[in-house]
């Protein structure tokens, strides 16, 4: 598609339900990464993909969240046990490329619109 | 390490006055700098970015931002603003050398215009 598609845009879940959040990158996208947002708040860094290698997930607030990109496309955020300190919006980016800087400058991220995850 | 600070989570201007979102940011090496803008339950769109070179950068949209080092600052500019400006922003930042180009947003700006 022109654009990340995310689904679902918005997800209520009892206290202690599994969810599975999906992403859409940009067809062709080397980079996929999952932010978190909470209300009033900026995005905050939570996992990071090369193809389907998962080189960073230093921002994964708990053994809760698990993410992953099995055939370096789609990616699918999971939260088991959801508790209502998850509730946020989830957003995905992507990038065209992956590694280092290249000498023209930085790869812009292209973010999807977001799935919005309230816990009750 | 690097981390982002957006000073004034809100601010209100009137249609047609400048606009002047300001951001400092502490990084330990080089950074690119950023300014996304969010619309209601949209995601983030890029306005500009500064990697290298001309401090001065221009954006979407009649913004711009200037890199300043010795100020650690990267504040967003617009000389008029419009109605249809209002959101919220924020700036982000990312180390020249990061392999993945993770972002380190601020807290938001949220622009209001009033008429």
């Known amino acids: 598609g022109a654009g990340v598609s995310q689904s679902p845009r918005y997800k209520v879940a009892k206290r202690g339900q599994d969810v599975a959040l999906r992403c859409d990158p940009i067809?062709?996208?080397?980079?996929l990464f999952w932010y978190q947002q909470a209300l009033g708040q900026g995005p905050e860094f939570l996992t990071y993909?090369?193809?389907?290698?998962?080189?960073?997930k230093s921002g994964l607030p708990s053994d809760r969240f698990f993410a992953e990109r099995p055939e370096g496309s789609v990616s699918t955020l999971k939260i088991q046990r959801t508790q209502q300190e998850d509730s946020a919006v989830y957003l995905c980016?992507?990038?065209?490329?992956?590694?280092?800087?290249?000498?023209?400058?930085?790869?812009?991220?292209?973010f999807g619109a977001g799935s919005r995850l309230t816990v009750l | 390490a690097q981390s982002v600070t957006q000073l004034g989570s809100h601010v209100s201007v009137s249609e047609g006055a400048l606009v002047l979102l300001r951001c400092n940011y502490s990084?330990?090496?080089?950074?690119?700098l950023f300014w996304y803008v969010q619309y209601p339950n949209q995601g983030l769109q890029l306005l500009l970015k500064y990697t290298t070179g001309a401090t001065l950068v221009k954006g979407i949209n009649g913004f711009e931002a200037e890199f300043k080092k010795s100020e650690t600052s990267f504040h967003l500019t617009k000389p008029s603003a419009h109605m249809s400006d209002a959101a919220e922003y924020f700036c982000?930042?990312?180390?020249?050398?990061?392999?993945?180009?993770?972002?380190?947003f601020g807290g938001g700006t949220r622009l209001m215009v009033k008429p």
């Open positions: 990084s330990s090496v080089p950074p690119y």
């Open positions: 067809s062709g996208h080397v980079s």
């Open positions: 993909f090369q193809n389907e290698a998962q080189l960073d």
């Open positions: 980016a992507s990038s065209l490329k992956g590694g280092s800087r290249t000498v023209s400058g930085a790869n812009v991220l292209t």
């Open positions: 982000a930042v990312s180390p020249f050398n990061n392999a993945g180009n993770m972002l380190t």
